[in-house]
Nanobody, 124 residues
């Protein structure tokens, strides 16, 4: 019954922007720690950004600091990852994940619920 669904991926040119959305069914995202992760072909999954449950504490991987912004929309029950100044190395499948823990939210093994992923391709 608990589901996370990502949307908003696509093809964008270097320097462009995209917004990814993570929508939930079966639970309220505000009460969950939500993380965004990505996995490029041939590489391990890596953390991108996360936001703590019930609050506004956010974390970013060094590779996206200053370019990506994570926000909540409690009315829509979504979490958005705004990605600016995209580069080819940002190309990956992006996943959102949710759970109830507090603390370090950049560790993927802490999350129980995962979406199916959305492809982001940065190419000219």
């Amino acid at each position: 019954q608990f589901q996370l669904v990502e949307s908003g991926g696509g093809l964008v040119q270097p320097g462009g922007s995209l917004s990814l959305s993570c929508a939930a069914s079966g639970f309220t995202l505000f009460y969950r720690t939500i993380g965004w992760f990505r996995q490029a072909p041939g590489k391990e999954r890596e953390a991108v950004s996360c936001v703590s449950r019930g609050g506004e504490i956010t974390y970013y991987a060094d590779s996206v600091k200053g370019r990506f912004i994570i926000t909540r929309d409690p009315h829509k029950n979504t979490v958005t990852l705004r990605m600016n100044r995209l580069q080819p190395e940002d190309t990956a499948v992006y996943y959102c994940a949710g759970d109830t823990f507090l603390g370090d939210c950049l560790s993927s093994d802490k999350y129980e619920y995962w979406g199916q992923g959305t492809q982001v391709t940065v190419s000219s």
